[in-house]
T-cell receptor, first 113, second 115 residues
Framework: AQSVAQPEDQVNVAEGNPLTVKCTYS??????LFWYVQYPNRGLQFLLK??????LVKGSYGFEAEFNKSQTSFHLKKPSALVSDSALYFC???????????FGAGTTVTVRA | DTGVSQDPRHKITKRGQNVTFRCDPI?????LYWYRQTLGQGPEFLTY????????KSRLLSDRFSAERPKGSFSTLEIQRTEQGDSAMYLC?????????????FGPGTRLTVL
């Protein structure tokens, strides 16, 4: 079985401050990890992924994520948040030989001006 | 590249009616997935296809649900005898085998409301 936990329902930050959205996972074998963002009444947009290699992954719109195998975490980060980053963020995991994604419940990010 | 498209974007129906949704994946993507998302939750896997073969179905997919991908291109998801509990956003995604990590790209979704 595979699963994702996003421990924070909401994250509130001021514009220009660093943003972190937390994610921990459980999966058999090596994980494939993904972050998606969802705007109201829209589908999910892919931000970044970790498959193998460097533990720090860079993605779209200035986002990055750090894979930590010992802590089974894959936290999403942005050094300087923008108001336009306000959205719902999902972490997802799959194993090497299982193509379906398992998603966390999501974290709502609000960036105030 | 055009993205994944879904039709309709919104569907309101009465309990007991049948509904059908369509998904057009990114061209040349051989894998196609269906997920369901309810309010306040992350998407939950329903089923996926590789080309025209349906390779896995979730236990969430009751016998009232059926999905097809007849020519390995677009897919349809039909719900028979809809129930109020079927109200949700139905998301379609596609990916390319061998693309690093098989990244899934999602469509805008079809929001179903069952009255």
């Amino acid at each position: 079985a595979q699963s994702v936990a996003q421990p924070e329902d909401q994250v509130n930050v001021a514009e220009g401050n660093p943003l972190t959205v937390k994610c921990t996972y459980s999966v058999s074998g090596n994980p494939y990890l993904f972050w998606y963002v969802q705007y109201p009444n829209r589908g999910l947009q892919f931000l970044l992924k970790y498959i193998t290699g460097d533990n720090l992954v860079k993605g779209s719109y200035g986002f990055e994520a750090e894979f930590n195998k010992s802590q089974t975490s894959f936290h999403l980060k942005k050094p300087s948040a923008l108001v336009s980053d306000s959205a719902l963020y999902f972490c997802a995991v799959r194993s090497f030989n299982d193509y379906k994604l398992s998603f966390g419940a999501g974290t709502t990010v609000t960036v105030r001006a | 590249d055009t993205g994944v498209s879904q039709d309709p974007r919104h569907k309101i129906t009465k309990r007991g009616q049948n509904v059908t949704f369509r998904c057009d994946p990114i061209s040349e993507h051989n894998r196609l997935y269906w997920y369901r998302q309810t309010l306040g939750q992350g998407p939950e896997f329903l089923t996926y296809f590789q080309n025209e073969a349906q390779l896995e179905k979730s236990r969430l997919l009751s016998d009232r649900f059926s999905a097809e991908r007849p020519k390995g291109s677009f897919s349809t998801l039909e719900i028979q005898r809809t129930e109020q509990g079927d109200s949700a956003m139905y998301l379609c995604a596609s990916s390319l085998t061998g693309g690093a990590g098989d990244t899934q790209y999602f469509g805008p979704g079809t929001r179903l409301t069952v009255l």
